[in-house]
């Protein structure tokens, strides 16, 4: 089936510092993908739908400048969060959609679980 | 009312017993639907796609009742690895492939 990789898979960073995290496609080329968060015991929250070549769509209440999102290929999407807070700590993670006869179907990266101190 | 609602569980079963999840959802013109599950601090995996003639696969069932904007998934025989959390989860518009997800049921099987 397709692959989708994160990285990095954690990251403690400091207050007021950026964290880039990258997601990748392996096996197949996705137009489109998506950036969730998730907070514990909570479900899946949209944040931006990345579309490669043009910017990204973020969700309602979702800042876009501090969520950089750049979809530069077929099979990179990167999401920048900038001058991190403690309130940003949380398991951040990206889908890929194949589309053809998979459209709808999204292939999840592994996350990235983020701590700001 | 949220997009899509599920049961809110937590369901605690023993190993064997069978267990249903239930889950609707508010637009009449959502496209597809599928059930992923997630596992603790994982990300979700499609379990299963679900599709208006309702589809097995194994000790999995899921059925689509569109009239009532419905979508069920049963487990039969539960294993302790069943032990989850399952997420409904409806594509509105297909082609953008843009997802909205229910809160998730958490599912235990005891021994």
């Known amino acids: 089936g397709a692959v989708v990789s994160q990285h990095p898979s954690w990251v403690i960073c400091k207050s007021g510092t950026s964290v880039k995290i990258e997601c990748r496609s392996l096996d197949f080329q996705a137009t489109t993908m998506f950036w969730y968060r998730q907070f514990p015991k909570q479900s899946l929250m949209l944040m931006a739908t990345?579309?490669?070549?043009?910017?990204?769509?973020?969700e309602q209440g979702v800042e876009k400048d501090k969520f950089l999102i750049n979809h530069a290929s077929l099979t990179l999407s990167t999401l920048t969060v900038t001058s991190a807070h403690p309130e940003d700590s949380s398991f951040y993670i990206c889908s890929a959609t194949p589309g053809g006869r998979e459209i709808g179907r999204q292939y999840f990266g592994p996350g990235t679980r983020l701590t700001v101190t | 009312r949220k997009e899509v609602e599920q049961d809110p569980g937590p369901f605690n079963v023993p190993e064997g017993a069978t267990v249903a999840f239930n889950c609707t959802y508010s637009n009449s013109a959502s496209q597809s639907f599928f059930w992923y599950r997630q596992d603790c601090r994982k990300e979700p995996k499609l379990l299963m796609s679900v599709y208006s003639s309702g589809n097995e696969d194994g000790r999995f069932t899921a059925q689509l009742n569109r009239a009532s904007q419905y979508i069920s998934l049963l487990i039969r025989d539960s294993k302790l690895s069943d032990s989850a959390t399952y997420l409904c989860?409806?594509?509105?518009?297909?082609?953008?492939?843009?997802?909205?997800f229910g809160d998730g049921t958490t599912l235990t099987v005891k021994p």
């Open positions: 989860v409806v594509n509105i518009d297909t082609n953008a492939g843009k997802s909205t």
């Open positions: 990345s579309n490669e070549g043009s910017k990204a769509t973020y």
